[in-house]
């Protein structure tokens, strides 16, 4: 089985409509693709039932920012209800959070003389924008030469034109995930900046409050960092997802299905393995798709 259990739509930071994002997801021969958009299920609600590929399961997902000890921590939730009262509450306040943090940035950069930042976000498909776009149109402005740029210089924390997020915190995006019937899943653990101790610490709270996986493999990590995810996992009796975090098809090195196999001692761990697995009942059909 080649699960891929995080990609992006353009519906958030991905560059993709839905239907081309099926379309390569069957061109690399997946299995199962949850599609988990930042804060927003948008996506889900425009798939036609022609573009889901013969053999390719489609999982309801979506990606919630969170915050643990002033650190933004993202959890993914699969196999969701995306209709469900609890997680579209929470997903319309961080959609809220998202737009008051672009007008802060767009303040910023209007006392620098750079104009035009909300009528460029008002013009994209996204309903969840992020920083991602900023940097986009700053190097549409010419103020940056690259998106690494942008970050570096202009949208961090010490950025001139960043602005601070004030998302949800890791409880509330794990219990709204529970409460839409999904499965809480810790996304790429070593791409936080805290030490290995806090790792620790992180996973092992997440798991008190609800969370009940982690990805263990997932693009551009290396087999000793995927072997300490894999440690993490099982003493924590967690269950081990795998995910590309794909974003665009320019970004060779985080394509659909582009991450390594689970170590073998997690084998028995993996998440399709999980007793409420949405493959087996709660992957995309044309009747979830059409709204029952």
């Known amino acids: 089985m080649l699960a891929d259990l995080h990609a992006h739509t353009w519906y958030s930071d991905g560059s993709l409509a839905p239907e081309a994002l099926l379309a390569r997801a069957a061109d690399n021969q997946l299995t199962c693709l949850a599609i988990t958009d930042h804060d927003t299920t948008a996506a889900l609600d425009t798939i036609a039932p022609h573009w889901i590929a013969p053999g390719l399961s489609l999982i309801q997902g979506v990606e919630i920012s969170s915050l643990w000890e002033r650190q933004e921590i993202h959890v993914v939730g699969i196999g969701i209800d995306r209709h469900d009262t609890t997680l579209q509450t929470l997903l319309l306040g ?15 950069l209007k006392k620098a003389g750079v104009t035009g930042l909300q009528a460029y976000l008002a013009d994209l498909p996204c309903t969840a924008v992020g920083r991602n776009h900023v940097a986009q149109f700053l190097i549409d402005k010419g103020v940056a030469r690259s998106k690494e740029h942008a970050f570096k210089n202009f949208l961090g924390d010490r950025g ?18 529970d409460a839409a019937g999904g499965i809480a899943i810790l996304a790429h653990p070593n791409r936080y900046k805290i030490s290995n101790p806090a790792l ?3 996973v092992s709270e997440f798991k008190v409050a609800g969370g009940q996986g982690i990805e263990v493999s997932y693009s551009n990590l290396d087999p000793d960092r995927m072997d300490h995810l894999a440690s993490l996992c099982l003493s924590n009796e967690l269950w081990a997802s795998t995910g590309s975090d794909f974003h665009t098809p320019t970004n060779h090195w985080m394509d659909l299905g582009k991450f390594r196999y689970l170590p073998a001692r997690c084998a028995d761990r993996a998440i399709w393995l999980h007793p409420e697995w949405p493959g087996r009942g709660k992957a995309m059909t044309a009747s979830v798709i059409n709204g029952a």
Request: proline content about 0%; charged content about 35%; hydrophobic content about 40%.
């Open 94 to 108: 961080q959609q809220a959070l998202r737009r008051e943090r672009a007008a802060e940035m767009d303040m910023r």
């Open 160 to 177: 001139k034109y960043g602005a601070t997020a004030r998302w949800c915190s890791i409880g509330d995006a794990v219990t709204a995930i």
């Open 200 to 202: 620790r610490r992180l």
